[in-house]
């Protein structure tokens, strides 16, 4: 009997220790529970930034739902998918130096966590553009020109769903003749160039002129041709087949 009463004892004091019905309820952790059936598999990461910009919760997941303990209040919910050899720090995707853009999908919400739950569906959305170029009439396989991409954002900011500004350098390797592939970041603008050799081309502009949307919530992939023997560049937007815009050089 004695060890029973012992053990009555500590339960007891464990219910006292922690929030009950009889109590004021307000310190007690919210449960905010993460649906993310949208991931197609993938390992999705989840930050969760109060009022002011400090990280109170963090975790990640490969199943349909992840539940966190949250403190009450009006809180800030990033997640993302897709990050490989870019690095994430204070909830900033930064591209490393030299590299170019992850497979980035990413979210961002409110969540109202003054009960003691909330829940939240997660819709991840593609935040990087293929770019399939085409080198045309150039004198392959004689020489291959020096080719490099340079841009005036190398991240993404979470929080916000902006490009984050600085120096951004790829130089693509060719994936066959004449034919190269990489990833952009989610761009403010025009200000990306394409050197080819000793030519530079602002494709930036050329992709703004083309009908192309930094802003729409998913990236449209983008397809270039650069023709030398007639100086011309083409820009197509998810097909090879469609030519948006086109210009001289």
């Known amino acids: 009997m004695r060890g029973h009463s012992l053990l009555y004892l500590f339960f007891f004091l464990l219910a006292c220790t922690s929030c009950s019905v009889k109590e004021d309820r307000s310190e007690c952790p919210c449960i905010l529970s993460l649906y993310t059936s949208d991931a ?17 919760a963090r975790g990640e997941t490969d199943a349909t739902l992840l539940e966190l303990k949250v403190p009450r209040g009006h809180l800030k919910v990033t997640a993302w998918s897709g990050l490989a050899d870019c690095r994430l720090l204070g909830g900033v995707v930064s591209i490393p130096r030299g590299g170019q853009m992850d497979e980035l999908c990413a979210w961002r919400s409110e969540a109202d966590c003054s009960g003691e739950q909330a829940s ?10 293929t770019v399939n ?7 392959f396989p004689q020489a291959l020109p020096d080719l490099k991409i340079r841009g005036a ?5 979470l929080a916000s769903g902006l490009p984050v500004e ?6 693509p390797p060719f994936s066959g003749e004449g034919d ?5 970041p989610r761009q403010h603008g025009g200000e990306l160039l394409l050197e080819v050799g000793p030519k530079v081309l602002a494709i930036g502009d050329m992709i703004v002129r083309s009908g192309y949307d930094w802003e729409e919530p998913d990236l449209d992939d983008i397809y270039i041709w650069v023709d030398y023997l007639k100086s011309t560049v083409k820009i197509g937007i998810s097909d090879w087949n469609e030519v948006a815009y086109e210009e001289n050089f």
């Open 40 to 56: 197609a598999g993938k390992t999705v990461g989840v930050e969760v930034w109060n009022t002011g910009g400090v990280c109170v």
């Open 120 to 129: 939240l569906i997660l819709f991840l959305h593609k935040q990087w553009a």
């Open 133 to 139: 170029l085409k080198l045309e009439n150039y004198p």
């Open 153 to 157: 954002v190398n991240g993404y900011d």
């Open 166 to 171: 600085g120096g951004f350098l790829f130089s």
């Open 180 to 184: 190269i592939v990489f990833r952009l």
